[in-house]
C-alpha cells in the first residue's frame, strides 16, 4: 500500500474512533439516557472488584430491568427508594438500571467493597460528550495534490448531558493552538497542518462542569485517488 493509503486508512480509523469517543468517556462513573424510560448506567471505575451497589433516589421507585455488564448481582433490598445490589461487580464492570421515566431521579449511589468500605459515584455532575470528522488527507505531495489547509472543521457538543435533567449553562471548546470558542456546536478554521487537542467543558445550571479531550491531526494536502 503507498504512503497516501496508508494515510487514507489511518484517517478512517480515526474518524471511526472520534465518533466513539463521544460516548467512551471513562471519565465518568455515571451516566443516564432517557428513552421511553429512564436509563441508568453505573460504571466500576474503583481500584477493586465491589461486592455492592447502593442507590438512593428521591421518592419511590420500581425497576423494569437490571442488567449486568461484568458483574454478576442481584437485588438485595427495596426499601423507601433506596436500592442495594449484591454480588459481584469487577473493576470496569457496568450495571444498567432502568426504570418508568416519571419515576423519581437518582439523589446518590456508592460501590460497597468487600471490606465494607463505600466509593460515592458523582451522579449529579453534566458530563461533556463531543463528535466531530476529520477529513481524509496526507502529508506526501504529488502532482494531483491540492492544499488541504486552510480547512473549516464543526465541532458538536450537543449530546452532553446533565443526569439530573437540568438545562446545560455553557459550553467552551479550547484547542491546543490558544483558540476558544463558546457554543454547543462550533466551526472553526484551520490555517496550519499538525497535531492538535482539543478540550470541551461543560457546566450546568448548579456550577458543576466535566470536560474531556480529544487529539486529532490536520493534514497538508488532499489528494486525488
Known sequence: MSMRGIASAVVVMLCCVLAWS???DSTKAYQLVQTDRNVALFHNLTESVCVGLRIVFGGEVSPTQAIGIGAEFELASSNSGRLVFEGVINRFGTIELDWPLDGARVEAAFWISADGTEYEI??????????????????EKTADCVSYVPIDIEFRGNWSKDPDGLPLDRYRWSWSDG?????PIVERTFRLPGWYTVILTVWDIEGLSHSISDTFYIYQYRCED
Open 22 to 24: 463521544a460516548f467512551a
Open 122 to 139: 458523582d451522579v449529579h455532575s453534566p458530563y461533556a460528550r463531543m463528535w466531530y470528522v476529520i477529513p481524509p488527507g496526507t502529508d
Open 179 to 183: 483558540m476558544v470558542l463558546d457554543g
